[in-house]
Nanobody, 124 residues
Framework: QVQLVESGGGLVQAGGSLRLSCAAS????????MGWFRQAPGKEREFVAV????????DYANSVKGRFTISRDNAKNTVYLQMNSLKPEDTAVYYC?????????????????WGQGTQVTVSS
């Protein structure tokens, strides 16, 4: 069992930055691939970024490439999402999720555990 708690959300002006954190409980965090997803009002939840359990491979949604960076610190059981050059369309609830599969995936149905989400609002 893994419990995930996101933090770091808030209100920021367009062009600004935020860093989200996701703290995980449990001793097996380092064996999970970790993903970030987001859900904007009136829209379905979508993939944002994923990082392999080892930290050696990452992938991003096209909409955030070059602006967002996912990283992890297995010693601290934490995954991060650094968000730069934020746009109003980045406004959403951001969720982290853990996947124990061998193959890294961007498909949210494949993820085993989810956090409660943190709100990010970008004003224009």
């Amino acid at each position: 069992q893994v419990q995930l708690v996101e933090s770091g959300g808030g209100l920021v002006q367009a062009g600004g930055s935020l860093r989200l954190s996701c703290a995980a409980s449990g001793r097996t965090f380092s064996s999970y691939n970790m993903g970030w997803f987001r859900q904007a009002p009136g829209k379905e939840r979508e993939f944002v970024a994923v990082i392999k359990w080892s930290g050696t491979w990452r992938d991003y949604a096209n909409s955030v490439k070059g602006r967002f960076t996912i990283s992890r610190d297995n010693a601290k059981n934490t995954v991060y999402l650094q968000m730069n050059s934020l746009k109003p369309e980045d406004t959403a609830v951001y969720y982290c999720a853990a996947d124990r599969s061998v193959v890294v995936t961007t498909v949210q149905d494949e993820y085993d555990y989810w956090g409660q989400g943190t709100q990010v609002t970008v004003s224009s």
